[in-house]
């Protein structure tokens, strides 16, 4: 099955639905796919930006990945959204990327709820194909 735009947006719908706002933004984060250029942004598939309040995902994905690929993925990065910046920062000081409590935290989630969101998408949405 071939991945779009409108597969990525209803898993952002869904994690809103699920998962609500962050108690540490205002709204409702933006939500952007792109394909990444910049050199930083090699080998990523995703990332929350606080600043921006906006996830960003590597539209490579919906030509080279499955939807539960793309699911992980937001979830991960909705995750993220939902967890403060501040003690993010904080913690970065005392642990590397792989150990970080906060990334151990947002994969957990994600991996434990991407498949009943893609078992609720398909549940919902008739034209929604895997």
């Known amino acids: 099955m071939k991945l779009n735009k409108g597969h990525a947006k209803r898993i952002f719908d869904w994690c809103k639905q699920k998962y609500g706002r962050s108690k540490y933004q205002p709204t409702y984060p933006n939500f952007s796919i792109r394909k990444f250029v910049l050199h930083e942004e090699d080998g990523l598939d995703g990332y929350y930006e606080p600043i921006e309040n906006t996830i960003y995902v590597n539209s490579e994905i919906l030509v080279k990945e499955n939807i539960h690929y793309l699911a992980n993925t937001i979830l991960e990065e ?53």
Do not use: G, W
């Open 78 to 130: 909705y995750a993220h959204y939902k967890q403060s910046d501040h003690m993010y920062q904080k913690l970065s000081k005392q642990f590397d990327y792989e150990n970080h409590p906060f990334e151990i935290e947002a994969k957990n989630i994600s991996d434990r709820d991407t498949k009943k969101c893609v078992k609720e998408l398909k549940m919902y949405f008739k034209n929604f194909t895997l």
